[in-house]
Structures are given as structure tokens and as C-alpha cells.
């Protein structure tokens, strides 16, 4: 178990926050947290962990689930943003153009996954300290098993979405290829889904171009409220990766594992 303490306002501690190893007793609180098709098994190996942040007297309000190997049974597919360039020197011409490749780049990284906070219950410093914390001591466990792990730690973000939940980079690119409902996919077949219609995505590089204009501009883009934890996950010394996820277009940050703060014994959650 780690400890953490909360400030308030004035900077004084308030109360003891705590990270502990999920239980089947806390699977239920956490599905209400997750989104649709999230894989709320406990985890079968020493090396995947699960924890949660719980406030004193109250339910969880925050978790993170560390994978150690990710795409070794299931490859796991992303896009790979890239550019091309078209020149013609005898018609004074030079054009880049961005791409997006099918790609599995991170297969056998660690991977931060279902990070996740309570925006009900928390204000967004204290979805920051949550966070914080999750991801902190997750860093510092890799530290001190650092033989288990690989170099590279991964973890994804959502994209953006409107109101109903439409996903406007899968509507310009991945709805051509697969009709069905992305979501009722992600119930259905958990977090696999990804795997299974990236068989049907085209294995050519796409130009960006050919796509709507609301379907690129989503590309890396964050959700709104994964805003706090994207600079989370900056603050620990993760980094874009020029990578996306097939559903939402959003962005997977990457940082190599020996050269992050926290492992390197330097660097703690937010204060």
C-alpha cells in the first residue's frame, strides 16, 4: 500500500489518500468509472497489477491497471501518424502530406491502461493528484522489479467525441470499412474489438487528406476531460509517440522506461 496526502486550498493537509491492489469487492465501483467494454478482470500474473486510489471513509475514486507485455497474444494495432513528401523541382512544387499507417510499433511495451478518475466526485487538482498518485507508484513498482518489465512504457488517451459519443476520426476513416457500432463492439467483445476490425482496416497508408476535415483535425487530439491526465503523463517523462488509436484518433504516449524520473529515483506525485 502507498500513502499520499491531499492539500486544500491553502496548501494544508487534509486528509490521507491511499493506493491499494483492486479487489472483486471493488470491480463493481470501477465499472461505473470505466468506459463500455473495459476488461475488469482481475489480473492472473504478478507482473499486471490493478490499483485504486480511495479517499478516507469513501469509494474508489481513481485506478490504473499496468500490463507488462502488451500485443503478445492479441496484437494490439495502431495508427502510425507519418508524412510524405511529393516534389517536382522542374514545376517549383513541394508537398507534404500526412499519413496514417496500420501499424503493431508497440508490441511487448508495458502499458499504463484504464486510467481513470471520478470527475463526479473530484475537481480537477484533485483528478490531478489522483492520477498522480496512480501513476507514480505504478512508475516506482516498475522500478523496483525493473527485470519484469521491457523498455518501453506506453499508454493511450481517448480522442474526442460529441455529445452522443461519435467518434468523428472513426466516421471518417474507420466507418468505411466497419458499419457496425464501435461501442456496441467494445461490449460485446471487450477490449479485443480493436484487434479484431483492424483485419478489416486498409493496410495501405492513408492520406490524411482524403479524409473529412472534422476527421483530421481529431487526429492526437485529446477528450476534454483526459486533459488532466495527458499532462499527468507528460509530468512523468511521457511523450507523443506519432501513434493513434484505430477508434478515436487518440494519441499514445510512449517514454522509455530507464529514462523516466521516477525510475530513475528522482521525481514524485504532485504536491
Not at 472483486?24 to 492472473?44: F, H, I, Y
Not at 481513470?116 to 498522480?132: N, P, T
Not at 468523428?168 to 480493436?194: I, K, N, S, V
Request: aromatic content about 6%; hydrophobic content about 45%.
Amino acid at each position: 500500500m502507498s500513502t499520499d496526502m491531499a492539500k486544500d486550498e491553502g496548501g494544508a493537509h487534509v486528509e490521507r489518500w491511499c493506493v491499494q491492489d483492486v479487489a472483486a469487492a471493488d470491480v463493481p465501483v470501477l465499472a461505473g468509472l470505466l468506459p463500455a467494454g473495459a476488461d475488469l478482470s482481475l489480473p492472473e500474473r504478478e507482473a499486471e497489477r490493478w490499483w485504486l486510489v480511495r479517499r478516507p471513509g469513501r469509494a474508489a475514486c481513481a485506478c490504473l491497471r499496468l500490463r507488462p507485455a502488451i500485443g503478445l497474444e492479441q496484437p494490439r494495432h495502431w495508427y502510425h501518424v507519418g508524412c510524405v513528401v511529393h516534389a517536382a523541382a522542374e514545376l517549383g512544387l513541394f508537398q507534404r502530406r500526412h499519413t496514417l499507417l496500420l501499424c503493431n510499433d508497440h508490441t511487448g511495451a508495458a502499458e499504463l491502461a484504464d486510467i481513470v478518475s471520478d470527475a463526479a466526485a473530484l475537481d480537477l487538482d484533485q483528478q490531478a493528484d489522483a492520477l498522480s498518485l496512480l501513476v507514480h507508484h505504478a512508475l516506482r513498482h516498475i522500478a523496483q522489479h525493473r527485470g519484469t518489465y521491457p523498455a518501453q512504457l506506453v499508454a493511450e488517451l481517448p480522442g474526442v467525441r460529441d455529445a452522443q459519443g461519435r467518434s468523428p476520426f472513426w466516421l471518417g476513416l474507420g466507418a468505411h470499412f466497419y458499419e457496425g457500432d464501435p461501442q456496441e463492439a467494445a461490449r460485446r467483445f471487450g477490449p479485443a474489438w480493436r484487434g479484431h476490425v483492424a483485419a478489416l482496416l486498409p493496410r495501405q497508408p492513408v492520406y490524411t487528406a482524403f479524409l473529412a476535415a472534422d476527421a483530421q483535425s481529431a487526429i492526437a487530439q485529446v477528450a476534454p476531460p483526459a486533459r488532466v491526465l495527458m499532462q499527468v503523463l507528460a509530468d512523468a517523462g511521457l511523450r507523443y509517440s506519432h501513434h493513434v488509436t484505430v477508434d478515436d484518433g487518440g494519441p499514445v504516449q510512449e517514454g522509455w522506461i530507464d529514462g523516466l524520473p521516477a525510475v530513475l529515483g528522482g521525481g514524485g506525485p504532485r504536491s
